[in-house]
């Protein structure tokens, strides 16, 4: 499974962006995570690609959208409300086919979101 992370970018305090990731081979979940310098990564939000049911972190919930368009291999997190905390590097990963830990893992793309 390929995953490839893109819509990062600088925004203002308030604004919204939204990420996407696209991936090849099979997945039944996809996630997004953040990491800040020198932290451990940050689980966000995961959706279940077969069932479309999606989970998400308590600092996100709200403000924060998962969604996917199955032709296109995407999955997408809208972010909204954004905070200058919001900044940090964004992963998307899967457990690829079926269920367990998250094995694949895009390049990741950055946010900055400037006060």
């Known amino acids: 499974v390929q995953l490839q992370a893109s819509g990062g970018g600088l925004v203002q305090a308030g604004g919204s962006l939204r990420l996407s990731c696209t991936f090849s081979g099979r997945a039944d979940n996809m996630g997004w995570f953040r990491q800040y310098p020198g932290k451990e990564r940050e689980f966000l939000a995961d959706?279940?690609?077969?069932?479309?049911?999606?989970y998400y972190a308590d600092s996100v919930k709200g403000r924060f959208t998962i969604s996917r368009d199955s032709a296109k291999k995407a999955v997408y997190l809208s972010m909204n409300s954004l905070k200058p905390e919001d900044t940090a590097v964004y992963y998307c990963?899967?457990?690829?086919?079926?269920?367990?830990?998250?094995?694949?893992w895009g390049q990741g793309t950055q946010v900055t979101v400037s006060s």
């Open positions: 990963a899967t457990h690829g086919a079926g269920f367990g830990s998250y094995n694949y």
């Open positions: 959706i279940n690609l077969n069932s479309d049911s999606t």
